[in-house]
């Protein structure tokens, strides 16, 4: 319990309402919890204020990376539990971090996730795992594509439970977060020399294979067929985006050509 003591959880929002209950729900241990909201229109913030210890502060959103830079100038505690507001925390993570040792050349800690669908937990999903809890002082965060990523210096672990990815927001705002994030991933992926690709992106750069081996990938690979229709659900939403980003990618290469053969 003493290093629970030590930690504050920090959440960006933007019209979470049918997520962060959950997500709070499993945060009442801290004494304080940040979050930064890009001014939501929903019952957002309505909600967080029904928990007490929660602190919120408005900011335009500019990126992933500044709103979580911004978040951390606002924590004194000396260790930072990062968290969208669409995870949450299972009881056996949670024990596990009120365990954990004291180690002064330890700076961070890995997650794994498990990919939910209408609330089941999948068996496998794409999403790696992630630095979550960390030392305030020795995290900066960058942008990385639409994602982004926190970089802590020194030692690092991986915890061994999970969290759950659980989003419950409808299937229009889906779409909508997704035609932003494929805009800024069909940048990525045009503007980064290739050697300098993941991957799992110089696949996508090829445009016609990747939509078949993401859905070969969820289904078998990670045993996706064996949730029945959850597992599909989640494997055909996979597929969608890799197809628009398939189209976005031909859609910007050919704008660029044309605007290319315009200017000679």
Same mark, same amino acid.
């Given at each position: 319990? &003493? %290093?629970?003591?030590?930690?504050?959880?920090?959440?960006?929002?933007?019209?979470?309402?049918?997520?962060?209950?959950?997500?709070?729900?499993?945060?009442?241990?801290?004494?304080?919890?940040?979050?930064?909201?890009?001014?939501?229109?929903?019952?957002?913030?309505?909600?967080?204020? /029904?928990?007490?210890?929660?602190?919120? %502060?408005? !900011?335009?959103?500019?990126? %992933?990376?500044?709103?979580?830079? &911004?978040?951390?100038?606002?924590?004194?505690?000396?260790?930072?539990? /990062? +968290?969208?507001?669409? &995870?949450?925390?299972?009881?056996? +993570?949670?024990?596990?971090?009120?365990?954990?040792?004291?180690?002064?050349?330890?700076?961070?800690?890995?997650?794994?996730?498990?990919?939910?669908? %209408?609330?089941?937990?999948? !068996?496998? $999903?794409?999403?790696?795992?992630?630095?979550?809890?960390? !030392?305030?002082?020795?995290? $900066?965060?960058?942008?990385?594509?639409?994602?982004?990523?926190?970089?802590?210096?020194?030692?690092? !672990?991986?915890?061994?439970? &999970?969290?759950?990815?659980?989003?419950?927001?409808?299937?229009?705002?889906?779409?909508?977060?997704?035609?932003?994030?494929?805009?800024?991933?069909?940048?990525?992926?045009?503007?980064?020399?290739?050697?300098?690709?993941?991957?799992?992106?110089?696949?996508?750069?090829?445009?016609?294979?990747?939509?078949?081996?993401?859905?070969?990938?969820? +289904?078998?690979?990670?045993?996706?067929?064996?949730?029945?229709?959850?597992?599909?659900?989640?494997?055909?939403?996979?597929?969608?985006?890799?197809?628009?980003?398939?189209?976005?990618?031909?859609?910007?290469?050919?704008?660029?050509? $044309?605007? /290319? /053969?315009?200017?000679?």
């Amino acid at each position: 319990m &003493y %290093f629970l003591e030590k930690i504050t959880p920090l959440i960006l929002t933007y019209n979470e309402a049918p997520n962060i209950s959950r997500t709070l729900q499993c945060l009442t241990w801290a004494k304080q919890i940040v979050v930064i909201d890009s001014y939501s229109t929903d019952e957002t913030l309505n909600i967080c204020y /029904s928990y007490p210890q929660v602190q919120v %502060f408005q !900011r335009k959103f500019d990126s %992933f990376a500044g709103q979580c830079n &911004y978040g951390l100038e606002k924590i004194v505690s000396e260790w930072v539990l /990062s +968290l969208d507001a669409d &995870y949450v925390l299972t009881n056996e +993570l949670i024990n596990e971090i009120k365990t954990l040792p004291e180690e002064a050349d330890l700076n961070s800690y890995s997650a794994k996730f498990k990919y939910c669908v %209408f609330g089941k937990p999948l !068996r496998g $999903t794409l999403l790696p795992p992630r630095k979550v809890l960390y !030392r305030r002082e020795k995290a $900066t965060y960058k942008d990385d594509g639409h994602a982004h990523r926190v970089l802590v210096e020194g030692k690092s !672990r991986i915890l061994l439970a &999970y969290i759950h990815h659980d989003d419950r927001k409808s299937l229009s705002r889906w779409f909508w977060a997704q035609d932003r994030y494929i805009a800024i991933e069909t940048k990525k992926i045009l503007e980064t020399p290739v050697s300098e690709l993941s991957l799992s992106d110089r696949i996508r750069k090829q445009k016609i294979f990747a939509p078949f081996i993401i859905l070969i990938y969820c +289904l078998i690979l990670k045993g996706g067929i064996l949730d029945g229709w959850h597992g599909c659900y989640y494997a055909f939403q996979r597929v969608l985006v890799e197809i628009l980003l398939s189209i976005r990618l031909i859609e910007s290469e050919k704008l660029q050509y $044309t605007d /290319s /053969s315009t200017k000679q």
